[in-house]
């Protein structure tokens, strides 16, 4: 891989075909993507630079799959992604977080081997009061027969994910993905509409600094992960405290601690017994990412990339992050024991 110096200009389109310059096999289809991805992320980027002016604020008046209010945001980010992928001929299907059930490739598009599950405005609670928002993709290779995407294509565990990503539209726009060769980010230079290479092969600190959880459910949450949360506080045992920061929107959370070390935490509570976030399209490609940065995540009981999902929208519980954290997550929650100090 070709190393690049601090100045280099790397876009990301010159990133993308170097790395796939190591697969002598690869045909450019799984770079075509996210390439289009890439070309959505500026269009979804430029909806919510303007939101306010737009009159793209507020709820749309329906309600998704999940039983949410749609946002206008959600809606257009997914119009825009779907319209950015059907017809490259590189996708056989999609999913999407606003459409109940798979999203067919249009007749008269060609078909390619991959899917693709997303989730098009990732923070949607955070539109209106212009806090940072983002997109979420995961992108798998099809396994069933046939040309158009199946219900099995998509049900795959993530450790079968071939790319994975966010976009998060903050201070600036960034875009951070995996091919299972290192995580990278890019960011969008505006001037030039380019998404340029601004952090190669990132890593996250094996020892976190911040923990981000909403502990407006503590009342609702097991006892096993009251002791978890004492511990990160440093309230139990002998950790340094971790300090508290909570976005609201997971991709946010998730960036900040993946550049400064911490710990993402949605656990199952009484009223959501398997957690809010979703497998598919919000727990699976940001699992990608954090392992590929030296970092891990769990359920509480097993490696989320292990888990074989079973339905479209299905939600799981989710500790996310830096390893020493995680950890500590898996030995209280996995035996459902208080383990010793430290
Ligand atoms: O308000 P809560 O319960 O803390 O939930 C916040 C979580 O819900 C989400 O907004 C769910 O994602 P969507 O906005 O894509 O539905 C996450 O981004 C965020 O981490
Ligand atoms: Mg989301
Ligand atoms: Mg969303």
């Not at 600036?172 to 060769?181: D, E, H, P, R």
């Amino acid at each position: 891989m070709v190393k690049h110096t601090p100045t280099s200009v790397v876009t990301i389109e010159r990133f993308i075909i170097e790395q796939e310059r190591q697969f002598p096999e690869a045909t450019g289809e799984l770079s075509g993507v996210l390439y289009d991805v890439a070309l959505a992320a500026k269009m979804i980027a430029n909806k919510v630079r303007s939101a306010g002016l737009a009159d793209i604020l507020g709820a749309e008046g329906t309600e998704n799959v999940q039983g949410e209010q749609q946002q206008k945001l959600d809606v257009i980010a997914n119009d825009i992604m779907v319209k950015a992928m059907d017809h490259g001929g590189r996708l056989c299907a999609m999913a999407s977080e606003e459409e109940p059930d798979i999203i067919q490739i249009p007749d008269g598009f060609k078909c390619g081997k991959y899917v693709l599950t997303f989730d098009p405005l990732d923070g949607s609670s955070n539109i209106d009061v212009n806090v940072p928002v983002g997109t979420i993709f995961s992108v798998m290779r099809k396994i069933t027969r046939g040309t158009r995407g199946e219900m099995e294509d998509m049900l795959q565990p993530g450790r079968r994910q071939v790319a994975a990503g966010y976009i998060i539209y903050g201070s600036s726009t960034m875009l951070v993905y995996t091919t299972g060769q290192g995580a990278h980010g890019f960011t969008l230079d505006p001037s030039i509409g380019e998404f340029l290479l601004s952090h190669p092969n990132i890593a996250i600190p094996e020892r976190g600094k911040y923990l981000s959880v909403n502990d407006s459910y503590e009342q609702a949450w097991e006892d096993n992960v009251k002791g978890l949360m004492r511990r990160y506080r440093g309230l139990e045992g002998d950790r340094a405290p971790l300090s508290v920061r909570y976005v609201g929107s997971l991709v946010a959370d998730f960036h900040r601690n993946l550049l400064g070390g911490g710990i993402f935490c949605y656990p199952a509570n009484t009223k959501s017994p398997r957690g809010k976030l979703r497998l598919l399209y919000e727990a699976s490609p940001l699992a990608f990412i954090a392992e590929q940065a030296g970092g891990m995540a769990t359920d509480g009981h097993q490696r989320i990339l292990d888990i074989q999902p079973t339905e479209l929208h299905q939600r799981t519980p989710l500790f996310i992050g830096s390893k020493d954290e995680c950890e500590l997550a898996n030995q209280m929650l996995g035996t459902g024991a208080l383990v010793g100090a430290g």
